[in-house]
C-alpha cells in the first residue's frame, strides 16, 4: 500500500513562521450506535484522554504556533515529502498497515468502526461554527465525552488504537478514528471507502459535543427517531438504511447497551472475547446478509433492534431495505457514498480540500 513519492519543496511563511510544503499537486478526494450505561471501567489509567506531548494533536493553538515536519526516511533510505497537512501523509499511511495487523489480531473490525461513527455522528448540520457543530474531529478521545452513554465500551477502542498513534504523531486523532472505521470495513470484505485526510483535531474536552447526539436503539417511534438523528446530520433516507447495514459486523452486548443476549451459539467462543448477540451468522464479514436476516426473521439467536425491524416496516426505508437484501453490489456502492460522507461531517480539513492516500 505505502508508495515512495520523491517531491521537491518549496518553503512558505505562515503566522511569521516558515514551513516545508510539498510542490506535488494534491490529489482530490473526494453499528448503528446504541444508547448504553455509561461503562464502569476506570477511565483514570487510559492515556489515549490526552496524549502526551509528543503525540500530541499538531493543530493545538494552530493561530499561534507552526511547525515544519519532515518525513523520516522511507524503508529505502530516500527523505520521504515534508508536508504541513494535519497529518503527515506518509505516517498515515504506515498507521494504516498497523491498524491491518491489529484487526488480524485483535478482531476489532466492529469497535473500531464504532469509534469512527460516533467521533462524526455528532454533527448538527444547523451550526455553522466549528468545532461547537460537533462531527469528525477527535473530540471523542476526551473522557467527558467517553463517558457519554452512548459510548460505553469505546474507551477499549481507544486502547487499542493508542499505540498506533503514538508511533505516527504526525497522524490526527481525527484522521486516525476515520482511518481505522474505513479499513476495517474493508479488511472484512466490505467495499473501497473513498476517503479524503487531513481532519483538524479539536484542542480540549471544552469543545466536546453535548450528550444526547447519537441514535437509540429502542425509541418509541423509530422510523421518527432516526430521521430526527440522521437529517440532522444532512443524511437522508437511504443514507440511512445503507450505514445501517454496518450491522453485519458486530455484536450488542446488554452489559454496555441494555439489548441482546449474554451469548448465542455463534458468539460463545469468539473470535476475540466471547459473548453477545450479533445480528449475522458470520460477524466478522462485511457483506448484505444483515438485511436478508432481519427480513427473514427466522434465527432467535440473531439480534433484531426495533430500529433494525424499522428498515422492512417503513415505506421509504424499506425500498432500500429490500434492494439491499437482494443485490450486494448496489448495497456496497450506497454503503461507501454514505460512509465517506458521515465521515466528513463536521471536519476542518489543512489542506482545505483534503488529501487523498
Known amino acids: ?5 520523491s517531491v521537491t519543496s518549496r518553503m512558505a511563511c505562515l503566522g511569521g513562521a516558515c514551513r516545508l510544503l510539498p510542490a506535488a ?42 511547525r515544519s515536519l519532515v518525513h523520516p526516511p522511507s524503508a529505502g533510505g530516500a527523505v520521504g515529502s515534508p508536508t504541513c497537512f494535519a497529518s503527515n501523509p506518509d505516517q498515515l499511511k504506515s498507521a494504516r498497515e498497523d491498524i491491518k495487523e491489529l484487526l488480524k489480531t485483535k478482531f476489532c473490525h466492529p469497535i473500531l468502526v464504532r469509534l469512527g461513527w460516533h467521533d462524526a455522528g455528532t454533527y448538527d448540520k444547523n451550526i455553522e461554527e466549528w468545532p461547537r457543530q460537533g462531527g469528525a474531529n477527535g473530540s471523542l478521545r476526551f473522557e467527558i465525552e467517553l463517558k457519554h ?10 486502547k487499542l488504537l493508542q499505540p498506533i498513534k ?72 437511504k443514507e440511512i438504511v445503507a450505514l445501517s447495514g454496518a450491522h453485519t459486523l458486530g455484536r450488542s452486548r446488554p452489559e454496555r447497551s441494555g439489548w441482546g443476549k449474554p451469548e448465542t451459539k455463534y458468539t460463545k ?15 466478522l464479514k462485511f457483506d448484505n446478509s444483515y438485511f436478508k436476516d432481519i427480513k427473514e426473521k427466522r434465527d432467535l439467536d440473531l439480534l ?19 434492494k439491499y437484501a437482494e443485490d450486494q453490489e448496489t448495497f456496497f456502492k450506497d454503503y461507501a457514498e454514505a460512509h465517506a460522507k458521515l465521515s466528513n461531517l463536521g471536519a476542518k480539513f489543512d489542506p482545505p480540500e483534503g488529501f487523498s492516500t
Open 269 to 283: 467462543d469468539g473470535p476475540g472475547a466471547p459473548g453477545g448477540q450479533s445480528w449475522t451468522v458470520q460477524w
Open 149 to 158: 452513554a452512548a459510548n460505553a465500551g469505546l474507551v477499549n477502542a481507544l
Open 25 to 66: 499537486s494534491r490529489a482530490k478526494a473526494y453499528s448503528l450506535p446504541l444508547l448504553s450505561r455509561p461503562p464502569s471501567i476506570s477511565l483514570s489509567s487510559v492515556k489515549c484522554l490526552r496524549s502526551s506531548p509528543s503525540a500530541f494533536p499538531l493543530f493545538l493553538n494552530r493561530k499561534f504556533q507552526s
Open 304 to 322: 433484531v433492534l426495533p430500529t433494525d425491524a424499522v428498515l422492512f416496516e417503513d415505506p421509504s426505508f424499506k425500498v432500500y431495505a429490500e
Open 166 to 237: 503514538e508511533k505516527y504523531s504526525t497522524v490526527t486523532y481525527a484522521d486516525l478514528f476515520q482511518l481505522a472505521s474505513a479499513t476495517a470495513i474493508e479488511e472484512a470484505g466490505g467495499p473501497k471507502i473513498p476517503m479524503k485526510y487531513g481532519r483538524v483535531d479539536v484542542s480540549g474536552p471544552d469543545q466536546c459535543p453535548p450528550e444526547g447526539k447519537l441514535p437509540d436503539a429502542g425509541p418509541p417511534s423509530p422510523a421518527t427517531h432516526l430521521r430526527d438523528v440522521f437529517y440532522r446530520m444532512g443524511l437522508n433516507d
Open 1 to 5: 500500500m505505502a508508495e515512495s513519492v
